[in-house]
């Protein structure tokens, strides 16, 4: 496995938790359904958008952002 793909890889993990510590009602396969199935999902995988190099607080916001209204944002 890359460094890339292991940062990636740990980002996707940090965004489920963090659902799901927002909604104790999830389970880790819902938050990873969600977080899989978002666009920013698919920009975090776009190696072009380097938002794996970022926080996951950071791409945390554009993931709750796009949940909210349906946009990354």
């Not at 890889?9 to 880790?28: C, H, R, W």
């Amino acid at each position: 496995m890359t460094e890339k793909e292991e940062m990636k890889g740990f980002l996707v993990k940090e965004l489920a938790k963090q659902l799901m510590a927002n909604d104790n009602t999830l389970s880790i396969e819902q938050a990873l359904t969600l977080v899989i199935n978002s666009e920013t999902y698919e920009k975090l995988m776009n190696d072009a958008t380097k938002l794996y190099y970022q926080s996951p607080g950071y791409v945390f916001s554009f993931l709750q952002t796009e949940l909210k209204t349906g946009k990354m944002g």
